[in-house]
């Protein structure tokens, strides 16, 4: 056969590895034996079996598949990281939720003894434990990480259980469910968080460690009484946005510079700042990621640890026993710490402990919550921070928001009509780029989310300013006299065609 060699019986097509695209994949023998061995099925090809081999795979376990099907391979090579992503979108048990919500018959705290003996982290694909309820927290976590879903929760009502996810930004309806479903699935993230199953009147926090195909992820669990029953939300982190660094945050030129410049600062304070969910934590972490060189004593206090970071010493909040985030820095600051990172300023006292710490020596990094950069310096001085001494701390302020990226595949032009136009400040009539909707994205319109910024870098000029009590309005002239606020960077992406005129309406303020 032209351009195929056999290999012990079996026709290999002499293929340098790429990146595997394979969304049609038919798990046709067990996840353990694919992983262990590295020899993936991706399918029935008309009279032979198309077979995945990652780099140092057991070619001996082919002989086993071929013995299987009885019928030829036809096998390619593929890299380790190929072959992981290639893993994971095979034996994501995609569609497994709803295959197993309708046998969940059973009812009560059966799950109670599976709190002892869970090991720290579980492999969902590897289970082999195929009770309803776990069969449907495998599928729903596993569902939910192949599309990219931030958070998911799961509202008891009188009539239904109800299973919500949300993905860029939105929440949609996945699962109806009968309400006595609601007790037994509770039950099972309970003890997989290693919450106390039995106290149903106060709300719980946990988190639970996970690996998916290789790939780790951490979901952090809240659960809250509701008059039905126990609501509980969780959030997937995936540990791989860890290691996210400046460079892959999407940050324009002179943002990132403004940014880096501040970071290279000995002291000082750097904010960013934004709205719940528009990645400010994300920002935080890809800065660490830059200082974090092994000549620098790093500490965070967080409310909670997100991600765990080589290198970082880590403090979580824990209110409970008095370690606010006051607290905690006062105390990591008797650490010799070169790089300080406190997950939010949200009172006087942190903000006080935040300077002081900036003005003997540290280089403090932290988020408030205010709609723009600007804002930032009103909400420290609201907090009680000296106009002389914020002036003399502060070195940056970054502002960001998440908006949803049309889909390539059928995004379609329209005309910008006035109203949307007045909006924007756009010109109305002038080409952009609308959500249609198609199988790649769902049906939405979007696939993933870009982030918008807004950088101001604490000049001289600003400096004087802050130090003058002056107003959000002149400071944002001023700093943005030759940089683009976020009004005109989303206006730049609708123009681009990178997003829509109605998620650039979202973020946009009149005077912008």
Known sequence: MDGVEAIDGIEEPLVDAVTVVAPGLVPSVPYSFARDNGALVEGLRDDHVAVALREGGNALSLLEIRSTFGLPLSLRRVSSADFEKLLADAYAMDGAAAAVAGDMGIAGDSLDPLALGLPT??????????????????GLIAESLRQGVSDIHIEPYETALVVRMRVDGVLTEKLRMPPHVAPVLVSRIKVMARLDIAERRVPQDGRISLSLGGKLVDVRVSTLPNRAGERVVMRLLDKNNAGLDLAHLGLDAKAEDTLRRALAEPNGIVLVTGPTGSGKTTTLYAALRGLNDGQRNILTVEDPVEYAVDGVGQTQVNSKVGLTFAAGLRAILRQDPDVVMVGEIRDRETADIAVQASLTGHLVLSTVHTNDAAGAVTRMRDMGVEPF?????????????????????????????????????MKAGRTVHSAKGCGECGQTGYQGRVGVFEALRVD?????????????????????????????????????????????????????
């Open 121 to 138: 982290a579980e492999d969902l694909l590897d289970s082999a434990d195929d009770a309803p309820a776990i069969r449907l927290i495998n």
């Open 389 to 425: 001494l914020l002036a003399s701390t502060l070195r940056a302020v970054i502002a960001q928001r998440l908006v949803r990226r049309l889909c390539p595949h059928c995004r379609e032009e329209r005309a910008l009509d006035p109203g949307m136009a007045d909006v924007l400040g």
């Open 460 to 512: 001289d000029a600003i400096r004087q300013m802050i130090h003058d009590n002056a107003d959000e309005a002149a400071i944002t002239r001023h700093a943005f006299a030759d940089s683009p606020t976020l009004a005109k960077a989303v206006r730049r992406m609708v123009k681009d065609g990178i997003t829509s005129p109605e998620e650039a309406a979202r973020i946009m303020r009149r005077d912008g």
